[in-house]
């Protein structure tokens, strides 16, 4: 069997198609093979970091992502006692970023972009209805077992990336263990397009309300907000997706008001995991694949699509010949320690913040909030521009 010089990529979610984005980019041809029947729509990540957008312009695909999103300069926290204890702007990094707010924008829309840019492009090609099932490898070469139309079929590739989720096909096959746990608590989203603006005073597109019982955030996206909740683990599942019971969280976040039109709900389990080895020989894991953590603050996707860049810059180097296959292992390198240190770490202590009994981070929120130099620092790691210093450092 002939070895195809063309990078597989496993997976047409957010990740993996960046990943696509950039090596085509760089007249790098690739080949996507995708699971499912066409481009997820499912309702997940809807917030990109500044230091993402900046990765996006690079590969020309910012604008009409803004041009379909929603622009949130600044964020705030609460608490029911105090109300507003801080608020941030993402102006005081303006010097850090070209893109210095939040964009509250559908995944599901970045695909979309990507692929109708790149379908016209020799260098790109994707397949759906394509899963691939399993991997082996030798020195030069890749070979996966794709499945398609009930049977399966055998392919080679010079390099593999697995950018196909959670449950990694690509990682299990590997041999790759996926260690961490799983919280027993549940996360419950639900959108509704009631004007918070109109019923919550100074009220930014992205507000956190800690409470040691039921925290909540609140977070505008284009014609609706989505408000996601913390669901007890001793809260049944058939509970939680009752309409009842939603409306009966949702009359917690505005004294007063305890009817809301509800468009969709979304219940779902947490994990923090990471991959033992982003890199086996001719194969990389990207994405979910690598990792996955909580979504409070926002970090799962954004934290994939700096994988997706980082890799994909050494993979064209070395691709082309002008860099050594060991510039591949400073992927892995820098990826996976920012992935434990700052991306798993921090969607930990961000979830064990909102949910304090005591009024510690409270307090350092409105230090945070009155020092000019604090506040930059703080905007540096919650816009993960410091998780990405951290990787360049590590060389
Ligand atoms: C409710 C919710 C809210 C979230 N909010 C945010 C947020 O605001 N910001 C953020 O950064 N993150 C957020 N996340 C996390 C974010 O959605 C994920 O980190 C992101 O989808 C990861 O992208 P990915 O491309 O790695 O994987 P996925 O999006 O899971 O895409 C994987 C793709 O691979 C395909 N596939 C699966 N198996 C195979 C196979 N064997 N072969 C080929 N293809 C395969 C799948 O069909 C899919 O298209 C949120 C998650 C949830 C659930």
Request: include cysteine; charge should be negative; aromatic fraction near 8%.
């Amino acid at each position: 069997m002939t070895i195809s010089d063309r990078v597989l990529i496993a997976g047409a979610g957010p990740v993996g198609l960046v990943a696509a984005a950039n090596l085509v980019r760089h007249g790098v041809p690739v080949t996507v093979l995708e699971g499912g029947p066409d481009l997820s729509t499912e309702s997940r990540a809807s917030t990109f970091h500044p230091p993402t957008l900046d990765m996006l312009a690079d590969l020309g695909v910012v604008e009409p992502l803004i041009a379909q999103g929603l622009i949130a300069p600044k964020f705030q926290y609460r608490n029911r006692r105090d109300g507003l204890i801080a608020q941030f702007d993402f102006g005081a990094i303006a010097d850090e970023t070209r893109h210095p707010f939040r964009l509250q924008c559908e995944q599901s829309k970045l695909t979309r972009i990507i692929h109708d840019r790149l379908r016209a492009d020799p260098n790109f090609e994707i397949a759906f209805s394509s899963p691939v099932r399993a991997v082996t490898q030798d020195r030069d070469s890749v070979t996966v077992t794709v499945e398609r139309d009930g049977s399966s079929e055998t392919q080679r590739y010079r390099w593999l990336i697995g950018a196909d989720g959670a449950r990694s096909d690509v990682r299990r096959s590997l041999g790759i263990e996926f260690d961490g746990f799983t919280w027993p608590d549940r996360y419950l989203v639900v959108s509704t397009p009631f004007d918070f603006y109109s019923a919550i005073p100074n009220l930014d597109p992205v507000s956190y309300l800690a409470d040691p019982v039921r925290w909540h955030f609140l977070l505008q996206i284009p014609k609706l907000w989505r408000v996601m909740f913390r669901i007890a683990a001793e809260e049944s599942d058939e509970l939680a997706l009752s309409p009842e019971f939603a409306q009966t969280l949702m009359a917690q976040v505005v004294p007063g008001i305890d009817s809301y039109e509800i468009a969709h709900t979304t219940l779902y389990r947490v994990h923090q995991r990471v991959a033992g080895a982003f890199r086996r020989g001719r194969a990389f894991l990207i994405g979910d694949a690598a990792h996955v953590n909580n979504p409070l603050g926002g970090m799962g996707m954004n934290g994939g699509i700096h994988d997706a860049i980082n890799l994909t810059a050494r993979l064209i180097e070395v691709w082309r010949g002008t860099r050594p296959e060991t510039e591949l292992d400073r992927f892995d390198l820098q990826r996976r320690l920012v992935t434990k240190e700052h991306v798993e770490r921090q969607s930990i202590q961000n979830k064990r913040n909102l949910e304090a009994a005591d009024n510690e981070f409270r307090d350092l929120l409105r230090r945070t909030a009155a020092d000019p130099a604090l506040t930059h620092d703080y905007l540096l790691k919650v816009s993960m521009i410091g998780s990405l210093r951290r990787a360049e450092q590590l060389g």
